[in-house]
């Protein structure tokens, strides 16, 4: 009787099944802002973090699987990178992610909370 042979599942080896991480794509980011600006890996490798001007804000991939941006102290994303995927390379990713947070940093800036106060 001849032996069936199962064929052997697809096992890269650590760090090796993608050409950059989530972390690096905030590194990345944070390089393209500048000074005061620094990028992290979140825990897991699963989010990145880019801090800078007081506010942290974080890359992460949602459950679509789509890239977003969020605020650290908020769970819904500022803006979802939809037409990007890892053949884009890291530089333009980074770039794209980069020009959202000054986006959001412009924002920041040009619509300041009001105090209860002023309500």
């Known amino acids: ?3 069936k042979t199962a064929s052997r599942p697809y096992q890269p080896a650590p760090g090796t099944e993608h050409p950059f991480s989530i972390g690096d794509i905030a590194f990345a980011a944070a390089r393209i802002l500048g000074d005061g600006f620094a990028g992290d890996s979140g825990q897991w490798g699963v989010t990145g973090l880019v801090h800078g001007l007081g506010d942290t804000w974080v890359v992460e991939v949602d459950h679509d699987g789509d890239l977003a941006l969020r605020p650290s102290d908020d769970f819904e994303a500022i803006h979802y990178f939809t037409d990007l995927s ?3 390379g890291l530089d333009n990713i980074a770039a794209a992610v980069a020009e959202a947070i ?3 940093i412009v924002y920041i800036l040009t619509h300041p909370l009001k ?3 002023e309500t």
């Open 102 to 104: 000054r986006a959001n």
């Open 115 to 117: 105090d209860h106060d």
């Open 86 to 88: 890892v053949n884009d």
């Open 1 to 3: 009787m001849a032996s």
